[in-house]
């Protein structure tokens, strides 16, 4: 069975920093991009950053660049995104999601798979 799992987001101050995890089961990263999601109260759903299952290649969000990297450990089956400097707007939904592509991708169509999501706040 094909899954992704984020464990807990969190509360985080403004400026502060979170890191989130997106633990993949039933297929190998070896063959899927992962994308990373956000989608904020009465927002439509938005990428903000993707990895790519061959050469490790990245994509940033301009919203996010500079603020948040991911990354991804193989043999642990793991998806990071460290988001660092946070703000208000970063508060939102966060889901990892799969691709079955070559490279990379932000378009929600290509990811055929999704977690469920975790929340992640940032308030004073």
């Known amino acids: 069975q094909v899954q992704l799992v984020e464990p807990v987001g969190g509360l985080v101050h403004p400026g502060g920093s979170l890191s989130l995890s997106c633990v993949v089961s039933?297929?190998?990263?070896?063959?899927?991009?992962i994308g990373w999601f956000l989608q904020a109260p009465g927002k439509v759903r938005e990428g903000v950053s993707c990895?790519?299952?061959?050469?490790?290649?990245?994509y940033y969000a301009a919203s996010v660049k500079g603020r948040l990297n991911i990354s991804k450990d193989n043999a642990k089956n793991t998806v990071y995104l460290q988001m660092n400097s946070l703000k208000p707007e970063d508060t939102a939904v966060y889901y990892c999601?799969?691709?079955?592509?070559?490279?990379?991708?932000?378009?929600?169509?290509?990811?055929?798979?999704w977690g469920k999501g975790t929340q992640v706040t940032v308030s004073s």
């Open positions: 999601a799969a691709a079955i592509i070559a490279n990379m991708s932000m378009i929600r169509a290509d990811f055929g798979t």
């Open positions: 039933g297929f190998t990263l070896d063959y899927y991009a």
């Open positions: 990895i790519s299952s061959s050469d490790f290649s990245t």
